[in-house]
């Protein structure tokens, strides 16, 4: 197995001899030389996509969801690839997607510091797809985690054999030696690049120094504050997004979709549409009819002069009042509780949900002589492969898959529906063609947060909390992408229950003491298409048990600070409650209308607390000031993880307050952010302070941070609110029910 | 079809289009100016903001018989050579941009606001930042990019 042997590719030096000594091995660490004398280490092997496969860890391994993707990783933890070039630039080619959340920044500062290279020459790009890391998937604000160990070894390595080079260079022993800033540097102040030393670096044998990797509390860089790598390329309108790509002769092309969800067509005409200006192609695809045409304004023209007879898509006659009685039905009954001890029992319910990320669907494709060159931003590449080798007949191994900077994700590009059309539309119209869905293409016939309901029930006695008791009901989560490889997208076809009920499990969090606890998730497959959204099934029931134990603190008479304090079982949690409570000055007086909220939030090996204030005497409620504390273990950009908690505050108070989908006899009602009503400046408060709690101890690890936030953020919103109208929101977004 | 010379970012381009057809398209699709990005195609989200003549403008809804001799800036016209406007630096100075798809258009945006307001008030970004959707939350920063940006361009 390609997997397995990688896995033992290299841990140490004396096996890293071994692999080079045995090139036969498919797959190997490369300590070689490229054309240009550059040092490129990591290994890349050509594998079949079958045999790049292994099995899942057993779940009694996984403590949370992040590790069962850092697990399927580890045996491709040496399957990296970093180059230092002769130029004297780091290079270091990232498997996951940037899509705003920063990680190519985090990398590049986590590789500065253990390399100890100059920073502003450590570029990080994004891989293109490798078949030989089948688990290369973004999600799950894993990214960090995952890839932690492997790149700080990686480097680690890479460090040692540039000062081995230099110490056989001048004669010296390599213990002597320092690094700093792409340089090796000798006692007596001899000095020489990294880009000087690459060449002699990739010949050497075995490296003199130890290949350990940096505790973190050597580290300068991590930790720190810096601006994104390419804010100056966004500021200046140079950064390329996909549709941004410059493919020779790929042209803009549209798909006339059916008015239904999951409509398809019965029958169409296309002779009037071809007849118009700047039309290069119409051609039929699966769901809809594709337009190709000079330019997006003829492509949009001629789109609408099809004439198109539609069959009715799969929920026709339904709405979303029905399927919320559905889930009232399916739901798991709450025991009841026993006479004479207080209880509390609470409905939440929350819509479909869009992602509505900036940039909408697009992918590129050249699809020609039975291979495929793809520009498509993903979080799954090789799941895309496999469903663009399905449609087209193209073998999954001439599926290239190119990886552009993303505008914005939330969970939608787990999946890649719009590089399954493009290449479509490319193998029909033989040439290249950039494809984009429109915003009404992207609101109507995407992807939604599932359709949710969640019934809780506590009961006390005195102030013991007895039971505590939370039942989902919800439209199925399209976990089809698995892990972003063959096999296990293979096997949540075969029993999707088993892997969202997996995910469930290692994803839900409630940290409190609070006795007897129960989480159950039904799930019913409702026709409408889902996906992941940021903080999956946490972005409903953390929020709505955020929710009811602010209430019930305040039935029971305590502070709603001070009863999570003496039921909190997360240390982290704790101290990021008391730092916002302190920050915020909890309890003090407000003026009429105006209220406080807290809520706290533990997953990803990482904990947050946020304060916001809220005026509800306004034409609209909106947040006053906002306070956030967040403990990821080892923060790596503190400006990068400020802006998530900063910007999961705005997701919170959108989709609480303010955004959500209908479903209109069998249609999406939505159609574009006139009625899709995500946050705008005047609804976000003017200042949100975010305290970041510096990494602790030589050996602290990472936890995840991009989806952290959102819960404890929405809920804290929501508290607020509450608490300043002293009313009980049950049903989201709160603007549109109250 | 007719004929248009459109001068953008200082340079004239002789197009022949369609009397109806949207700037942005011209830009994106003819000239392959891709600063200006689709967001909605309705003029609700600001994503492809840029300035035509003095005024902020949404290039998805400006018709290209609209322009006439009015320059055409964009976000690409905005620096002198390697010097940042003023604001663009502010945005790198207080690392607002996430995914930065939206960034361009609020950056046009901002300048156009604090061409008219040299000192605007929290309640003139409210007004004028409104219509710019960002779906990842930068506003916070966005707000204090536009003061820091203010406070620069007023010592200039």
């Known amino acids: ?354 992602h509505a990320m900036m940039e909408v669907m697009s992918a590129v494709a050249d699809v020609r002589d039975q291979s495929a060159e793809i520009w498509y931003a993903s979080q799954s590449p090789n799941f895309v492969a496999a469903q663009v080798a399905q449609s087209t007949g193209i073998p999954a191994s001439k599926v290239k898959i190119h990886i552009p900077f993303a505008g914005g994700s939330f969970g939608r590009r787990l999946f890649g529906e719009a590089a399954v059309e493009a290449a479509l539309v490319s193998k029909a119209l033989r040439m290249p063609v950039k494809l984009m869905w429109t915003r009404n293409d992207d609101m109507r016939h995407g992807r939604f947060r599932p359709l949710s309901r969640c019934d809780i029930r506590a009961s006390w006695l005195a102030g013991a909390t007895l039971s505590y008791e939370h039942h989902i009901a919800a439209a199925r989560n399209d976990f089809r992408h698995g892990l972003g490889d063959a096999l296990t997208a293979a096997g949540v076809n075969v029993v999707p229950d088993l892997f969202n009920q997996v995910g469930f499990i290692t994803m839900i969090s409630l940290p409190y003491r609070f006795g007897n606890t129960s989480s159950k998730l039904v799930e019913k497959e409702l026709g409408v298409p889902t996906a992941s959204w940021r903080s999956v099934y946490s972005g409903v029931m953390t929020v709505a048990n955020e929710i009811f134990i602010d209430e019930m603190a305040r039935i029971r008479r305590y502070d709603e600070v001070d009863f999570r304090l003496r039921h909190l079982d997360s240390a982290a949690a704790e101290r990021c409650l008391r730092y916002v409570a302190a920050a915020g000055a909890w309890g003090r007086t407000m003026p009429r209308g105006q209220a406080q909220g807290v809520a706290v939030h533990a997953e990803y090996r990482s904990a947050v607390a946020y304060l916001v204030e809220i005026d509800t005497t306004g034409p609209e409620p909106r947040l006053l000031k906002a306070y956030c504390a967040v403990d990821v273990g080892v923060p790596v950009n503190v400006s990068g993880l400020q802006a998530q908690m900063q910007g999961s505050l705005i997701d919170g108070w959108s989709v609480m307050f303010r955004a959500g989908n209908h479903v209109d006899d069998g249609r999406i009602r939505e159609g574009s952010f006139g009625d899709f009503h995500w946050a705008r400046m005047r609804h976000a408060p003017v200042t949100t302070q975010v305290h970041v709690f510096p990494a602790e101890g030589s050996n602290a690890e990472p936890g995840g941070a991009g989806e952290l936030g959102i819960t404890a953020a929405a809920a804290a919103c929501v508290n607020a609110y509450a608490r300043a109208t002293k009313t009980q929101p049950r049903r989201f977004p709160v603007q549109e029910y109250d | 079809m007719p004929q248009y010379v459109l001068k953008v970012n200082g340079d004239e381009h002789v197009i022949d289009a369609p009397n109806d057809m949207p700037l942005l398209y011209v830009l994106r699709d003819r000239l392959g100016i891709t600063g200006p990005k689709y967001g909605c195609g309705v003029g609700i989200c600001g994503a492809c903001t840029s300035h035509v003549g ?103």
């Not at chain 1, 350990?212 to 966004?234: D, F, L, M």
């Not at chain 2, 004028?128 to 916070?140: I, K, Q």
């Open chain 1, 1 to 354: 197995m390609a997997g397995r042997s990688d896995r033992t590719a290299v841990t140490t030096d004396d096996e890293s001899v071994a692999t080079i000594t045995s090139p036969s091995r498919r797959s190997f660490l490369q300590y070689s030389l490229a054309g240009s004398a550059t040092l490129v280490m990591g290994s890349t092997f050509v594998g079949d996509e079958a045999a790049a496969s292994i099995s899942l860890p057993e779940l009694g391994e996984i403590l949370d969801f992040p590790d069962v993707i850092a697990l399927a990783e580890a045996p491709y933890a040496s399957n990296l690839l970093l180059e230092i070039t002769t130029g004297n630039r780091v290079r270091f080619e990232l498997p996951r997607l940037d899509k705003g959340q920063g990680i190519a920044t985090a990398f590049a500062m986590l590789i500065a510091d253990e390399l100890d290279s100059d920073y502003e020459r450590t570029d990080v790009t994004l891989s293109d797809r490798r078949a030989d890391r089948p688990f290369s998937i973004t999600g799950n604000s894993a990214a960090i985690r995952a890839l932690w160990d492997p790149v700080r070894s990686l480097c680690a390595h890479a460090r040692a054999r540039l000062v081995t080079a230099a110490a056989l260079r001048w004669s010296v022993r390599a213990s002597s030696l320092r690094t700093s800033q792409s340089s090796v540097i000798a006692t007596d102040g001899r000095i020489a690049t990294y880009g000087e030393l690459s060449a002699e670096a990739a010949r050497v044998a075995i490296p003199l120094i130890p290949v350990t990797p940096k505790p973190v509390s050597q580290y300068k860089i991590v930790g720190t504050k810096r601006a994104r790598k390419n804010a100056r390329a966004i500021v200046t309108g140079t950064e390329k997004y996909t549709l941004d790509t410059s493919v020779a002769g790929a042209m803009p092309t549209v798909v006339a979709r059916a008015p239904d969800i999951g409509g398809s067509v019965l029958s169409w005409n296309g002779a009037v549409a071809a007849s118009m200006p700047g039309v290069i192609g119409i051609v039929p695809i699966p769901n809809g009819i594709a337009v190709t045409a000079q330019t997006f304004k003829q492509a949009f023209d001629a789109r609408d002069a099809l004439q198109i007879s539609w069959r009715p898509g799969p929920v026709r006659g339904q709405s979303d009042a029905g399927m919320r009685n559905t889930l009232r039905q399916i739901n798991t009954p709450l025991t009841p509780v026993l006479p004479l001890v207080g209880s509390l029992s609470a409905t939440f319910e929350f819509p479909y949900l869009a």
């Open chain 2, 54 to 156: 003095n005024s902020v403008a949404r290039p998805c809804i400006v018709r290209i018989d609209s322009v006439g001799a009015q320059e055409v800036t964009t976000i690409e016209g905005l620096a002198t050579g390697d010097v940042l406007h003023p604001v663009q630096q502010a945005w790198i100075d207080e690392d607002v941009a996430q995914c930065g798809f939206c960034q361009p258009g609020q950056i046009m945006t901002a300048v156009a606001l604090l061409a008219q307001i040299a000192n605007p008030t929290d309640a003139d970004i409210d007004a004028a930042m409104s219509e710019n959707v960002c779906r990842c939350g930068t506003y916070v920063r966005i707000r204090a990019a536009i003061k820091r940006a203010a406070a620069a361009l007023q010592q200039a």
